[in-house]
């Protein structure tokens, strides 16, 4: 059974830096693009970051990019995203998620191309 188990999420004030984590189990996780989504009070889940199963490939969202980053650490079968500067508009529940690919430079924004999705931890930022 797949399992993607996210951690980090919690209550900050405006401009502070969070981590997000994802940790996979039952995955070959080695072979699987990762993938943020999240989903803000009253709106529908968004795209925020990938990365490819290489590493090599990684997308962020252009509205976020000067202050997120994604990595990953397929040693230990995590992705991670760290997010700096907050702002109450990144107040959402954060999703990861996962799909098992051939390519090593795949990844993709849309969120029906993923297979398998974490429960989403809850970043709340306060002004």
């Known amino acids: 059974q797949v399992q993607l188990v996210e951690s980090g999420g919690r209550l900050v004030q405006a401009g502070v830096s969070l981590g997000l984590s994802c940790t996979a189990s039952?995955?070959?996780?080695?072979?699987?693009?990762v993938a943020w989504f999240r989903q803000g009070p009253g709106k529908g889940r968004e795209f925020v970051a990938a990365?490819?199963?290489?590493?090599?490939?990684?997308k962020i969202q252009d509205s976020v990019k000067d202050r997120f980053t994604v990595s990953r650490d397929n040693a230990k079968n995590t992705v991670y995203l760290q997010m700096n500067s907050l702002e109450p508009a990144d107040t959402a529940v954060y999703f990861c998620a996962a799909r098992l690919v051939v390519s090593r430079t795949w990844y993709s924004r849309i969120e029906n191309d993923y297979v398998y999705w974490g429960q989403g931890p809850q970043v709340t930022v306060s002004s």
């Open positions: 039952g995955l070959a996780f080695n072979s699987a693009a």
């Open positions: 990365s490819s199963w290489g590493g090599q490939t990684t």
